[in-house]
């Protein structure tokens, strides 16, 4: 990808032009580029060989079953962490099950991600990511890359693991960047980072065990860190088939784990070929990232 400061010319509905040093910024609009252009604009065009080439295989491994870890089950949870091991020599890809966290959280945190996207664009722009930082709107990486870009937006924020269960800075960074009215949307995303962090710990036990070094090392090792939430969005696309909503990358992190809505689309390279991941409402998509493998 070609690294540029000044963000891309797409498409300026509100009079949204702006200069800099660096030249004219502008912003990714959807819903405008949807409805003027013609055609989908180069800076979004990836090369042949990056894009799918239709009837990817799917991964066929089960997900992982969490129910005898939870239970206190030894010989269940020896064979949830044989099977992540297999996972993880195999692609460092597996889905989890009964995994204890709400549906009517999950659907919550879905709906009020939504919402944010389809708040009008300058509301999104004045909460915009800055250079540097790691919370906030971002539109396409326009800001950041000026060819390669891709279909999507997103919305992100930090999550402390506290070890506090009076920590509320979820909520408060919600008020304080959107307005009161997001307060409930804040209430939600604290207690779904919360259950996200309590399900990464079960994780890191599982790793310590399938690696056979003490079941609590990574536990310990991560329980006082810090998570990044982030929601992606992938706007309907008139020529999906020319551009990529997410481009072939690793996750620089420790882990990630994704839920998945019932559109599909992501795909890991395994056996010398892109396999997709079929969505599954009950199940979380977790993701070894290049830190962890170097710990």
């Known amino acids: 990808m070609d690294s540029s400061a000044s963000t891309l010319i797409l498409c300026p509905p509100l009079n949204l032009k702006t200069q800099s040093k660096d030249g004219v910024n502008l912003v990714f609009d959807s819903t405008c580029l949807l409805q003027k252009q013609q055609s989908l604009p180069t800076e979004f065009l990836w090369p042949h060989e990056d894009l799918p080439s239709g009837g990817q295989d799917e991964v066929k491994d089960p997900p992982i079953d969490l129910t005898g870890f939870f239970h206190g089950d030894e ?15 195999k692609h460092g890809f597996f889905q989890v099950i009964n995994h204890g966290v709400d549906r009517n959280l999950i659907r919550a945190a879905h709906h009020h991600m939504d919402a944010i996207f389809n708040l009008p664009l300058a509301k999104k722009l004045s909460v915009k990511r800055k250079p540097g930082e790691l919370a906030g709107y971002s539109g396409a990486h326009a800001d950041r890359f000026s060819s390669r870009l891709p279909w999507k937006e997103t919305y992100s924020f930090v999550y402390n693991h506290a070890n506090n269960p009076t920590n509320r800075d979820v909520v408060s960074y919600f008020k304080s960047v959107l307005g009161n009215e997001f307060e409930v949307a804040g209430c939600v995303y604290q207690k779904y980072c919360e259950e996200m962090e309590r399900l990464a710990l079960v994780i890191f036990e599982l790793l ?20 990044i939430m982030r929601g992606n969005n992938y706007p309907p696309c008139k020529e999906a088939g020319l551009t990529l909503g997410t481009g072939p990358h690793s996750d620089p992190n420790s882990l990630t784990i994704l839920h998945q809505d019932n559109v599909g689309g992501l795909e890991i390279f395994s056996d010398n070929k892109w396999q997709s991941i079929k969505p599954c409402p009950d199940a979380f998509v977790v993701n070894i990232g290049d830190t962890f493998m170097v710990i």
């Open 75 to 89: 010989a269940a949870t020896t064979f949830a962490a044989a099977r992540i091991r297999t996972a993880c020599l």
């Open 208 to 227: 310590a065990i399938s690696l056979g070094v003490d079941r609590g090392q990574y536990r310990k090792f991560f329980e006082d860190g810090s998570s």
